[in-house]
């Protein structure tokens, strides 16, 4: 009885939905590539895909192994978001409070989030060298304004009557910032953390393409010089797989930080 409880709580229609699509995706492609209906070198099989990850982790890529490829590159992104972490929500949390300090701040995101990563990666390169320092940076601008952003927007969001009736209570505004503030911005701050970690994923290529010889995103670009469309394919649902990975890390911590969410 308990385990027919647990498997309908556990597959639901959603769920179902979800594992249908990918499977249907599957099928779209192994037919396509079956019946020849594309060029082997444009979309590889599912066959040839797989036969490429077992041989990259088996022997590695380009003399380094598939783990310190992965590595390499969960290094450069993981380290640039913990920065983003402790520096963009404190000041789009003290921006969203103080438009003072938003008047001075805004200008400078508003004027770099638009600009493409390469765009300003060459002068990174120049300022910082070619090792990590400049990849980690470039992949911190990239998180840096979706989490700033999504403070301030939390911030500003919040009902005065809130803030007023901590004042009537007694509360002084340092109180008022950690008791009310941040709390009613935690959800906002999650939205931005999940669209930051997606955004520096997808400049890690950018971030890889200049002097670096590991990393996933170096390998997908290497892989493309040579047409190998099969080891380009293994890239990309590596980082896909390690993309859903890491938001579903972050909505497990949402989850126990902030358990009222979606309940008011």
Not at 28 to 56: N, R
Request: proline share 4%.
């Amino acid at each position: 009885m308990n385990i027919a409880y647990f498997v309908r709580k556990q597959v639901t229609v959603e769920r179902l939905l979800t594992a249908s699509t990918v499977i249907l995706l599957l099928l779209l492609w192994y037919t396509l590539t079956e019946l020849k209906l594309v060029s082997d070198i444009v979309v590889p099989s599912p066959y040839k895909v797989v036969t490429s990850f077992l041989e990259i982790a088996r022997s590695g890529y380009k003399d380094n192994s598939l783990l310190v490829h992965l590595g390499d590159s969960l290094v450069r992104l993981i380290t640039s978001f913990l920065l983003v972490v402790i520096t963009a929500i404190p000041l789009g949390l003290v921006c969203g409070y103080n438009s003072k300090a938003r008047a001075i701040v805004d200008p400078l995101i508003e004027f770099y989030r638009p600009l493409p990563p390469l765009a300003y990666y060459t002068l990174l390169v120049l300022w910082m060298g070619i090792e990590n320092s400049s990849k980690i940076a470039l992949l911190y601008l990239a998180g840096f304004a979706p989490v700033y952003l999504s403070c301030v927007a939390g911030v500003q969001k919040i009902k005065k009557d809130y803030i007023d009736g901590a004042y009537t209570l007694g509360a002084n505004s340092r109180q008022i910032f950690f008791h009310v503030v941040f709390p009613a911005c935690l959800p906002d701050i999650f939205i931005g953390l999940r669209t930051a970690i997606g955004v520096a994923y997808t400049t890690l290529v950018a971030a890889e393409m200049v002097a670096a010889v590991t990393g996933i995103g170096w390998m997908v670009l290497d892989a493309s010089k040579f047409l190998r469309s099969d080891i380009i394919f293994v890239g990309i649902f590596i980082m896909g797989i390690t993309g859903i990975l890491l938001d579903g890390m972050i909505r497990t911590i949402e989850s126990k930080v902030i358990p009222w969410k979606g309940k008011e």
